[in-house]
């Protein structure tokens, strides 16, 4: 499978909890991006990652939120201190290079007990 | 503030049928328009996508329809089939920046 890889699929957590949501990209795509859906929602954009770097964090809580890009390994969104209002599917998506179409993984679907 | 306002909500269409799904924008800055088909437990697909360049573009059933004076764009599907039944969302992106701004979805159902 070539596509964009998630996990896990779904991930339940305690408030206050920390969740951690791997992406990694398709072969040869060296940007990322991180998007979040709530029902009956379009996605919004969280943030944009190159390797080592964060191109445009606009979209992510300055708080509790934190994503990374290491040279090796896969994109890492982490959520610390979890609360309800977190619960939603987080997207994962990649591209070739900047301006080109960017491809999805199939989410990580993130439940607040 | 929706930069992007999506309609309909919810369409039901009869197999063989034309959907449309409208979309309009606010910021004469986008210069990418892409369209993305999503299924239940699934992530969103590239289905198509168009620049402000060209008034059409068709790919098999599947048209854009852009209109850069209204800021509007549109997509048809013709001869609609069950297995169309999914969440369309249309997308904007700035150009020079890379995250796409969406719309809120429409859930497509096409019946039998």
């Known amino acids: 499978n070539a596509g964009v890889m998630q996990n896990p699929r779904h991930l339940v957590r305690r408030r206050g909890q920390e969740a951690r949501l791997r992406c990694s990209p398709m072969k040869g795509h060296s940007h990322v991006y991180w998007y979040r859906q709530l029902p009956e929602e379009g996605l919004k954009f969280m943030v944009y990652l190159q390797k080592e770097n964060i191109i445009d964090e606009s979209g992510m809580p300055k708080e509790r939120f934190s994503a990374e890009f290491p040279k090796e390994g896969p994109s890492i969104l982490r959520i610390q201190q979890v609360v309800r209002g977190d619960s939603a599917a987080y997207f994962c998506?990649?591209?070739?290079?900047?301006?080109?179409?960017?491809?999805f993984g199939d989410g990580t679907r993130l439940s607040i007990l | 503030q929706q930069q992007v306002k999506q309609s309909p909500q919810s369409l039901i269409v009869q197999k063989g049928g034309i959907s449309i799904i409208n979309c309009a924008y606010e910021?004469?800055?986008?210069?990418?328009f892409p369209w993305y088909q999503q299924f239940p437990g699934k992530g969103p697909a590239l289905l198509i996508a168009?620049?402000?360049?060209?008034s059409e573009k068709k790919e098999g059933r599947f048209t854009i329809s852009f209109n850069k004076s209204a800021k509007q764009f549109s997509l048809h599907i013709m001869d609609s089939q069950p297995g169309d039944s999914a969440t369309y969302f249309c997308a904007g992106r700035y150009s020079g920046n890379t995250p796409l701004v969406f719309g809120k979805g429409t859930r497509l159902s096409v019946i039998a």
């Open positions: 168009i620049r402000p360049d060209v």
């Open positions: 910021n004469t800055a986008f210069d990418y």
């Open positions: 998506a990649s591209s070739l290079g900047m301006e080109q179409p960017q491809h």
